[in-house]
DNA sequence: AGCAATTATTTGTGATCACAAATTCCTGTC
DNA sequence: GACAGGAATTTGTGATCACAAATAATTGCT
């Protein structure tokens, strides 16, 4: 079918992917326009597969779409971000409880080695490296315990937040985030395989890594108004991370 | 633009509420495969919108896309429908709860007029109307908590379970559903503005409801080898209810 | 200069088409 | 009759195009 040699994914996935891997690691800003013609031209395809990959990020409402039909990355506004916020307690917590009878040490290993490379990056000041790893963390714990339920719902309400998060990283928020100390708490009721405790613990995670900017001056002067996208839409595909 | 009207919504748009109707109503079949061509023949439409609208329903897992491209409707599996259920909780559960400062008398004489109406339904037997006041109960209660982020999650569970639900709806099955006794419950934490009466009753709803038919026989002898669909899209274009 | 009206451009929409992969149907063989 | 092999059909994919709505740019007037 139109010009993929087997084995390669179709245009329009892999598209798809390397879009939301720009909006998880937070290179689109709230407010921006994205049109479907200027992505296009960008990654040098036809409009056809932009436009499907563009309806499915809107339909995991990473970005939305206007009443004239125009895509654009979602402004947070405080309630929103409180009930991801919520929705992401929710979610995790469930997703984390249900992780803990196929928990194993090799598993948590990995974790710890995990926690480790993010406290690298925060202090190397990498955000990137940061969001990758942190993401990376979260969702090694959350796919032990199977679900292909709960897996997409999480994803969708990550990447609602992402957009956001890129100002937490930026300047004066990053001194404010010790988020690794939660993961240690993680780390801890993982090895005495403690549900409740985990429960809590992922928990107080979200609740003290984004839910501390609800009170803050997040909503700093925005650089949202600038011009269409050519935000850096890296091309690279690999398997989701 | 296309050869829309000013104020019609875009064709795509009306196929995407078409076809979620239908598998809200139980229409699909799980396992039935869904093809562009097929759905574009019915509407008497071009190919181009089914797609999108497909791959949208896709998005929101109400569908599944095999490694071929080909879109069909998930069977479902004693492990999803048990994550199923378990998503319903959490993220029903804090919906309801978000609801309760919202919620007013008129609101609750509402869902008391819709819990009527659903008793109504299951003494006619009427498996259609009992989904679409089902529903309504449902999302009426969760709508007052404001939610641009909890509905669409929720929205995209039920769908996910809607397939299978036409099977507790016919024959045998439907003796032992008495689901509007649970919702009596959430309506009375919900006089008494309870929001942790209402937390369990909503958990109950959900459990007993679906619940029991995770340990009964409900994998039947398939009808879903049935041939392509046609399963009468019902065109019909009101907002989502 | 400030603002409204008009023109030009951009942009989404949906149809059509060519192509190749996947599926189905038919046939021939054992 | 069951099954493998091959032709015919179906189906998804992605490009291109015409069109109209929406946005941006320009012009003209006060």
Redesign the interface.
């Known amino acids: 079918?139109g010009s993929s040699r087997p084995g390669t994914q179709?245009l329009q996935s892999r598209t798809y992917r390397a879009l939301r891997r720009s909006i998880l690691d937070g290179d689109f800003v709230p407010g921006r326009a994205v049109t479907i013609r200027g992505i296009a031209e960008d990654l040098g395809i036809s409009p056809t597969s932009v436009?499907?990959a563009l309806?499915?990020l809107v339909?995991?409402?990473a970005l939305i779409l206007s009443a004239t039909?125009r895509v654009s990355v979602p402004v947070m506004t405080r309630?929103?971000l409180a009930?991801?916020v919520?929705?992401r307690i929710?979610?995790e917590r469930?997703a984390a409880i249900?992780a803990v009878p196929g928990i194993t040490d090799r598993v948590v290993s990995r974790l710890v080695r995990l926690n480790r490379a993010i406290d690298r990056a925060i202090e190397a000041g990498d955000h990137r490296r940061y969001l990758v790893t942190h993401r990376d963390f979260h969702f090694t714990l959350y796919r032990v315990g199977?679900?292909?339920?709960?897996l997409?719902?999480i994803e969708?309400?990550w990447l609602?937040i992402s957009p956001f998060l890129r100002y937490t990283l930026s300047g004066e928020h990053r001194s404010r985030y010790s988020t690794s100390d939660r993961h240690v708490e993680i780390i801890e009721a993982l090895e005495r395989r403690d549900a409740t405790a985990l429960g809590f613990a992922v928990e107080a995670d979200i609740r003290h890594g984004i839910g501390a900017l609800i009170e803050s001056d997040w909503n700093r002067p925005d650089d949202a108004a600038a011009g269409p996208n050519t935000a850096g839409i890296r091309t690279a595909d690999r398997e989701s991370g």
């Open positions: 079918m179709s436009r499907e309806r499915r339909a995991e409402r039909g309630e929103k009930e991801l919520n929705a929710c979610l469930q249900d199977g679900g292909e339920v709960f997409p719902l969708s309400v609602q």
